[in-house]
């Protein structure tokens, strides 16, 4: 890299609001709007605005020796956005009340073991792999929309960041690959598919299961917001109770 390169780096770093909130959004929105007008499923999937999103500014970073810390004080607005999202989810489990109320305990029951489930299995794993204390928090509470994880991982000590991170991946996987795994093994019920999706597969999983088929689409929701609020629940006291009886 040469001098000038260097320099104009340094002249750079001193103040990255160019790269925080204006070239966030305005990434996003041209990143969502290719992905709205791609047909084919899979490549949507790869394609998620989120996701790509995430990776360039990632990439800017690095490649630039740009300082994280500068970027991260200047989108701090960004980052407080994400605790009004969550009163947000309260929205799909309102819009779909009426069609699952039926069956609600139901919902709730198979979400609460879903997120059992997927604790105590990264648990365990973290166990088997020897992994460290704050590499087991951070895997807790994955089975969950991103601003639930941030928060439910910052409180048990864990890496934000790679929470999140691991939450997008985890979605496209769902949205890759979960009508595949359904048609394998033969789950072709609607209710079933879409809880499933909404309580593993998060945000990502949900636009996913609206694609596919609307009455998967309105329980994915509905799953989707229930986890939140029981993996906020459940988690912190779920994951203490591992530690003090595993370890």
């Not at 770093?13 to 070239?23: A, E, M, Y």
């Not at 009340?97 to 305990?105: M, P, Q, S």
Request: proline share 4%.
């Amino acid at each position: 890299m040469t001098d000038f390169t260097f320099s104009a780096i340094s002249e750079l770093q001193p103040n990255l609001w160019w790269l925080s909130i204006p070239f966030i959004i305005a990434l996003f929105l041209a990143l969502r709007a290719v992905n709205q007008s791609i047909k084919n499923s899979v490549l949507k999937s790869l394609t998620n605005p989120v996701f790509l999103s995430i990776s360039i500014i990632a990439l800017l970073l690095v490649n630039l020796n740009l300082p994280y810390t500068q970027f991260a004080t200047h989108s701090k607005l960004l980052s407080w956005l994400l605790e009004p999202a969550i009163v947000a989810l309260a929205l799909p489990l309102y819009q779909q009340f009426t069609h699952v109320r039926k069956n609600l305990l139901l919902i709730v029951a198979t979400c609460s073991l879903g997120i059992v489930n997927a604790t105590v299995v990264a648990f365990l794993l973290s166990i088997l792999f020897n992994a460290p204390a704050q590499l087991s928090a951070s895997v807790a509470a994955l089975s969950v929309t991103t601003p639930i994880s941030l928060i439910v991982t910052d409180s048990l000590g864990g890496i934000s960041s790679l929470a999140a991170a691991l939450v997008i991946f985890i979605g496209l996987l769902g949205a890759l690959f979960g009508f595949m795994l359904f048609k394998l093994v033969n789950i072709f019920n609607h209710e079933s598919q879409g809880v499933a999706m909404g309580t593993a597969c998060h945000a990502i999983g949900t636009a996913a299961a609206i694609a596919e088929h609307p009455k998967v689409g309105a329980y994915s929701s509905v799953a989707m917001a229930l986890s939140a609020l029981l993996t906020a629940i459940i988690v912190p006291l779920l994951y203490p109770f591992l530690v003090n009886i595993l370890l």
